[in-house]
């Protein structure tokens, strides 16, 4: 047998976990001064563009406070109600931050944007260089959440694709990936801000403004729908990666016992758990007793190998018996050409 190879440490260890969360109370510090500015701003100004981006920043820090809940509920052990415990709670807090993103951020987004159309609010000098210096302050808080967040996700990655399922990535933390996702959206809705403000102080047109703003609302539903997609898949049972099933598959080939694997199914329990459920062929001659003995042996090979094996069945089947089940003069079918 091969010998398993090194692998480094899971994304939804402890340790990962305190970085995440480190991760996310950084981008929650950034978004709650960065509302607090933009809302200011936007009241004072009256600039669609600002509130929309307000409201961004709102959604956000709620959307953090959700990941948060997620990071410390998902580390629950198992219990009698819950025997594969509760790792599933990562995708559903997930889930609720892109409905919050969705709702609070993208709707709100486009009203502003549409009352601004309507609206003949005349602007002066100094409101715009206000927006303009808020929106600056915003860009550079923003910026450097994000920067965080990307540099642990290269750290994670890394890690990762020293191992054999690494090829996924850093980014299966739906919490990590939402942070990145919110601040790579909140850098181009602040720039897309920016740039309609400038045009509208330019130009004296709101048309630009409001464009603005419905650009940031548009930007918002597309990650929304993004990464409730993703959530979507993992809540309802998702498969492991297909380099991690190959692996097992193929571990549990090389086992001496084993005639052939007749079929595998995985499906993701949370970010380090996996279940797998295997119907194996054995080498004929093995009485009951052996064949207890075999299966014990083999799920403790595959959970050592691969530590992201939670939980291991194994219904064992006689393929030969089967295929005679199966044959026309069992089943009373035609046989021949």
Not at 45 to 68: I, K, Q, R
Request: negative net charge.
């Amino acid at each position: 047998m091969t010998a398993a190879p090194d692998r480094e440490e899971p994304s939804g260890t402890p340790s990962a976990d305190r970085r995440t969360r480190v991760t996310v109370l950084v981008a929650l510090g950034a978004n709650l001064l960065i509302a607090v500015a933009k809302a200011v701003g936007g009241l004072l100004t009256g600039s669609p563009a600002l509130l929309s981006e307000a409201a961004h920043s709102v959604a956000d820090s709620l959307n953090e406070v959700f990941l948060l809940a997620a990071l410390r509920r998902s580390r629950r052990p198992a219990d009698q109600r819950h025997p594969f415990g509760y790792g599933k709670e990562r995708f559903f807090w997930s889930l609720l931050a892109a409905v919050g993103i969705f709702v609070m951020g993208g709707c709100f987004s486009f009203f502003q944007g549409v009352e601004a159309l309507s609206s003949d609010k005349e602007e002066s000098f100094g409101g715009y260089v206000a927006g303009l210096v808020v929106l600056g302050v915003a860009l550079l808080a923003e910026g450097a959440s994000l920067l965080r967040a990307v540099h642990q996700a290269r750290g994670e990655r890394g890690k990762a694709g020293k191992g054999t399922a690494g090829g996924a990535g850093a980014l299966r933390d739906p919490a990590l990936r939402t942070v990145i996702a919110e601040d790579g959206t909140a850098v181009l809705g602040v720039t897309f801000a920016i740039v309609g403000m400038a045009l509208h102080m330019v130009t004296g047109q709101v048309v630009w403004e409001a464009s603005a703003s419905v650009a940031i609302g548009v930007l918002l539903v597309c990650v929304a729908f993004w990464l409730g997609r993703d959530a979507r898949a993992q809540l309802i049972g998702e498969a492991a990666d297909p380099e991690l099933s190959r692996e097992i598959r193929a571990l549990l080939a090389e086992q001496p016992e084993i005639d052939s694997v007749e079929a595998l199914f995985t499906m993701k329990m949370g970010l380090d758990s996996t279940l797998v459920a295997a119907r194996i062929d054995l080498v004929p001659g093995l009485d009951s007793e052996r064949v207890e003995e075999v299966a014990v042996r083999i799920k403790r090979s595959v959970a050592r190998a691969v530590p992201e094996a939670g939980e291991i069945f194994l219904d064992v089947t006689d393929a030969a018996a089967k295929e005679a089940a199966e044959s026309p003069a069992a089943t009373g079918g035609r046989g021949g050409a």
